[in-house]
């Protein structure tokens, strides 16, 4: 069941690291959703600053050192 207009999504983990999974989000005060949104949220924002950085590393070198 989904909330909010999210879409739902389908993931394979056993039933042993789920159902822990679960206890340490409860631990935590959260919901394994909410943690796994997080998760995925905290890596997509890395994933782009380094290609932005990566894209102007390249821009860099590219222009030569006078180009600042």
Same mark, same amino acid.
Not at 31 to 59: P, S
């Given at each position: ?10 993931? !394979? ?12 989000? $409860? ?5 394994? +959703?909410? =943690? ?6 905290? !890596? ?12 102007? $590393? ?5 222009? +030569?050192? =006078?180009?600042?």
């Amino acid at each position: 069941m989904t909330t909010k207009g999210t879409p739902g999504r389908m993931v !394979r983990i056993d039933e042993e690291t789920w159902a822990e999974y679960g206890q340490l989000c $409860d631990e935590e005060g959260t919901t394994r +959703g909410d =943690d796994l949104r997080r998760h995925a949220k905290k !890596r997509v924002a890395a994933w782009k600053r380094k290609k932005a950085a990566d894209a102007a $590393d390249l821009t860099r070198r590219l222009l +030569g050192p =006078d180009s600042d």
